[in-house]
């Protein structure tokens, strides 16, 4: 079975050898890997070009102008010829064996829409893994569901495409494809085929290494993408309506949290302003969310001033960065690691 490995690359000369090699390298070689060369101005091209000469299964697309990610994995997805998509980002990296992994489980289970499989993060800076990064509960492991048969599993969705395979026919069908976000563009897709999908599977497998706090990752520049995460809870809010009420919470829930969760982030960072939290607060039915800390914090949202807002929280982030003893010490005991 023929898996299509869709990399989009700009600018990532330090970390593409090893996303490569990663994927040249799997134990299941019917694969084909498709990369999308996005004008980058360091030597990308020239890495790519060297793998080519070793490797036929790679083809490369260069685009005459940059046009971001989501655009180049459609270019890609329109030229697969595989039976199912993989969206590789190329300062990460595969397991070995995972195509293997994941064929071996599209045959026990008549090859689903999609295979959401599990990641570790990586951090660039600390140069170590964090394996609590992605969580799948026991309840949604390894049966077969939609959100209209299994809504629960909603829950643990993701909004990365890439620690998922996808039936390539089932996309191109629904007419399904990125958006032209220069960011974010993962989410609105990760919607569209959630609800679209009849079959998904998951898998508890960690099959995907991912890369954080990379230098000049966009990951770590929160300033620009807020308000496409506020126009991905409005697309959600909408396409919900057709669900039952218990759907519709779920989805919202899920796109409100990463919504708040970022925009908190932000805001910590000094990137955004108390103004544009405020304007997050209001697309949020607090009541809706099942985190009782982001529950807590929208109410604050809504009802502090900036001032007041800004001096509790950043007291608190700054107990955490200088006297971290004390934040250590605050979670030993909500956790009850021991007895007082």
């Given at each position: 079975?023929?898996?299509?490995?869709?990399?989009?690359?700009?600018?990532?000369?330090?970390?593409?050898?090893?996303?490569?090699?990663?994927?040249?390298?799997?134990?299941?070689?019917?694969?084909?890997?498709?990369?999308?060369?996005?004008?980058?101005?360091?030597?990308?091209?020239?890495?790519?070009?060297?793998?080519?000469?070793?490797?036929?299964?790679?083809?490369?697309?260069?685009?005459?102008?940059?046009?971001?990610?989501?655009?180049?994995?459609?270019?890609?997805?329109?030229?697969?010829?595989?039976?199912?998509?993989?969206?590789?980002?190329?300062?990460?990296?595969?397991?070995e064996?995972?195509?293997?992994?994941?064929?071996?489980n599209?045959?026990?289970?008549?090859?689903?829409?999609?295979?959401?499989?599990?990641?570790?993060?990586?951090?660039?800076?600390?140069?170590?893994?964090?394996?609590?990064?992605?969580?799948?509960?026991?309840?949604?492991?390894?049966?077969?569901?939609?959100?209209?048969?299994?809504?629960?599993?909603?829950?643990c969705?993701?909004?990365?495409?890439c620690?998922?395979?996808?039936?390539?026919?089932?996309?191109?069908?629904?007419?399904?494809?990125?958006n032209?976000?220069?960011?974010?563009?993962?989410?609105?897709?990760?919607?569209?085929?959630?609800?679209?999908?009849?079959?998904?599977?998951?898998?508890?497998?960690?099959?995907?290494?991912?890369r954080?706090?990379?230098?000049?990752?966009?990951?770590?520049?929160?300033?620009?993408?807020?308000?496409?995460?506020?126009?991905?809870?409005?697309?959600?809010?909408?396409?919900?309506?057709?669900?039952?009420?218990?759907?519709?919470?779920?989805?919202?829930?899920?796109?409100?949290?990463?919504?708040?969760?970022?925009s908190?982030?932000?805001?910590?960072?000094?990137?955004?302003?108390?103004?544009?939290?405020?304007e997050?607060?209001?697309?949020?039915?607090?009541?809706?969310?099942?985190?009782?800390?982001?529950?807590?914090?929208?109410?604050?949202?809504?009802?502090?001033?900036?001032?007041?807002?800004?001096?509790?929280?950043?007291?608190?982030?700054?107990?955490?960065?200088?006297?971290?003893?004390?934040?250590?010490?605050?979670?030993?005991?909500?956790?009850?690691?021991?007895?007082?």
């Amino acid at each position: 079975m023929l898996i299509s490995v869709i990399i989009p690359i700009y600018n990532v000369s330090e970390y593409l050898p090893k996303c490569l090699e990663s994927v040249l390298n799997q134990s299941c070689k019917d694969i084909e890997i498709i990369c999308i060369e996005d004008c980058s101005t360091d030597n990308s091209r020239e890495i790519l070009a060297q793998y080519q000469k070793k490797d036929s299964r790679i083809k490369i697309i260069e685009n005459n102008t940059n046009i971001g990610v989501g655009l180049s994995r459609n270019k890609g997805l329109n030229l697969a010829k595989g039976e199912y998509i993989h969206f590789l980002d190329p300062d990460d990296w595969m397991e070995e064996n995972a195509y293997e992994i994941l064929i071996n489980n599209l045959s026990k289970t008549n090859f689903p829409d999609i295979i959401r499989f599990r990641f570790r993060d990586f951090n660039n800076q600390t140069k170590k893994f964090n394996n609590n990064s992605d969580y799948i509960s026991e309840n949604y492991l390894y049966r077969v569901f939609s959100i209209t048969s299994y809504p629960e599993a909603i829950k643990c969705w993701s909004t990365s495409m890439c620690n998922k395979i996808i039936k390539t026919k089932f996309l191109k069908d629904s007419n399904i494809f990125f958006n032209n976000n220069k960011s974010q563009e993962d989410i609105e897709i990760a919607f569209k085929v959630l609800i679209k999908a009849k079959t998904i599977f998951y898998i508890n497998d960690f099959l995907l290494n991912y890369r954080t706090h990379r230098k000049n990752s966009l990951t770590t520049k929160r300033i620009y993408y807020i308000d496409n995460l506020i126009n991905d809870a409005k697309f959600v809010d909408k396409i919900s309506k057709e669900f039952s009420q218990e759907i519709q919470y779920l989805l919202k829930d899920s796109i409100w949290t990463l919504l708040l969760i970022n925009s908190l982030d932000a805001y910590y960072s000094n990137c955004t302003s108390f103004h544009k939290l405020e304007e997050v607060a209001k697309i949020i039915d607090y009541k809706i969310l099942t985190d009782q800390y982001l529950k807590k914090v929208c109410i604050n949202i809504n009802q502090t001033n900036s001032v007041k807002f800004f001096i509790s929280y950043k007291i608190k982030r700054f107990i955490r960065q200088n006297f971290p003893i004390f934040t250590n010490l605050y979670f030993r005991i909500k956790n009850k690691q021991f007895l007082l």
